[in-house]
């Protein structure tokens, strides 16, 4: 699975933005799709997911209520609408892939850098 991440850019606190990531080399049906961050000097933290067959979804607690996670199965997109965004929330995002089966994500995009300024 390639993918490959887009959308980030600099916005105001409480400001929004759409990160895309589109995937392509297999079919998806049987795979998980996620978005991850990673803030200056901090490892590498889940964000939210998406089942890419039920659309099933789940999201970190720090971002539940502001993100939503999409998927566009014709298009092969993943989406992460980011609303009400805080200074917290600056990072480089990435998305991720993983078998249903697996939890290691073993796929990943070459990631989106976000930046919110206060």
């Known amino acids: 699975v390639q993918l490959q991440a887009s959308g980030g850019g600099l916005v105001q606190a409480g400001g929004s933005l759409r990160l895309s990531c589109v995937a392509s080399g297999r079919t998806l049906s049987n795979y998980v799709m996620a978005w991850f961050r990673q803030a200056p000097g901090k490892e590498r933290e889940f964000v939210s997911h998406?089942?890419?067959?039920?659309?099933?979804?789940y999201y970190a607690d720090s971002v539940k209520g502001r993100f939503t996670i999409s998927r566009d199965t014709a298009e092969n997109m993943v989406y992460l609408q980011m609303n009400s965004l805080k200074p917290e929330d600056t990072a480089v995002y990435y998305c991720?892939?993983?078998?249903?089966?697996?939890?290691?994500?073993?796929?990943w995009g070459q990631g989106t850098e976000v930046t919110v300024s206060s």
């Open positions: 998406i089942t890419w067959s039920g659309g099933s979804t």
């Open positions: 991720g892939a993983r078998y249903i089966k697996s939890s290691k994500y073993s796929y």
